[in-house]
T-cell receptor
Framework: DAKTTQPPSMDCAEGRAANLPCNHS???????VYWYRQIHSQGPQYIIH???NNETNEMASLIITEDRKSSTLILPHATLRDTAVYYC???????????FGTGTSLTVIP | GAVVSQHPSRVICKSGTSVKIECRSL??????MFWYRQFPKQSLMLMAT?????????EQGVEKDKFLINHASLTLSTLTVTSAHPEDSSFYIC???????????FGEGSRLTVL
């Protein structure tokens, strides 16, 4: 599975959009981009995933560049409860293993 | 509601004893489950892939004789930390992948403290 690179930490003001970038320059054509987040001492929580088209759900939006070498997770109106470590993972849809990188620690500031 | 349940959520044991952690898939049958370990302020590290009815597949560097995995049914996998030592103290998390959505569901995690 391809590796991902994320900034180690980010801050965001409460109520503003949080844009979390992820580089996955070695992604293969059939690998999906998945985003999870982990609040302290809990299991990771699924946020969103996509292949090449932009995706949106009730939690977030996922923007994938045309060359698929990077993506951005957007939390449109960050709240204090969005403070967490966000992980970007690339994996085959039918593949089994998810390998986690170091993630981005997002702090939402009041 | 929860899709994956882990038990116990916290366990404290003495050095040299064995500890069993259970992972249950509540919403669907899972031929494959995954076990992760997470040390403080670090990312999740995949330990092994648990396969129903067959041997688990361990990641490089993970001792299979120390971390025994049993996947006896389509909804239950267990991880047994044998002869635990303080360096085995960690947060252990299991997960299940839903085949039709590709989504990976995680348990709540089990925090092991070895004294």
């Amino acid at each position: 599975d391809a590796k991902t690179t994320q900034p180690p930490s980010m801050d965001c003001a409460e109520g503003r959009a949080a844009n979390l970038p992820c580089n996955h320059s070695t992604i293969s054509g059939n690998e999906y981009v998945y985003w999870y987040r982990q609040i302290h001492s809990q299991g990771p929580q699924y946020i969103i995933h996509g292949l090449k088209n932009n995706e949106t759900n009730e939690m977030a939006s996922l923007i994938i560049t045309e060359d698929r070498k990077s993506s951005t997770l957007i939390l449109p109106h960050a709240t204090l409860r969005d403070t967490a470590v966000y992980y970007c993972i690339v994996s085959l849809f039918t593949g089994n293993q998810f390998y986690f990188g170091t993630g981005t620690s997002l702090t939402v500031i009041p | 509601g929860a899709v994956v349940s882990q038990h116990p959520s916290r366990v404290i044991c003495k050095s040299g004893t064995s500890v069993k952690i259970e992972c249950r898939s509540l919403d669907f049958q899972a031929t494959t489950m995954f076990w992760y370990r997470q040390f403080p302020k670090q990312s999740l590290m995949l330990m092994a892939t648990s396969n129903e009815g067959s041997k688990a597949t361990y990641e490089q560097g993970v001792e299979k004789d120390k971390f025994l995995i049993n996947h006896a049914s389509l909804t239950l996998s267990t991880l047994t930390v044998t002869s635990a030592h303080p360096e085995d103290s960690s947060f252990y998390i299991c997960s299940v992948k839903q085949s039709n959505t590709g989504e990976l569901f995680f348990g709540e995690g089990s925090r092991l403290t070895v004294l």
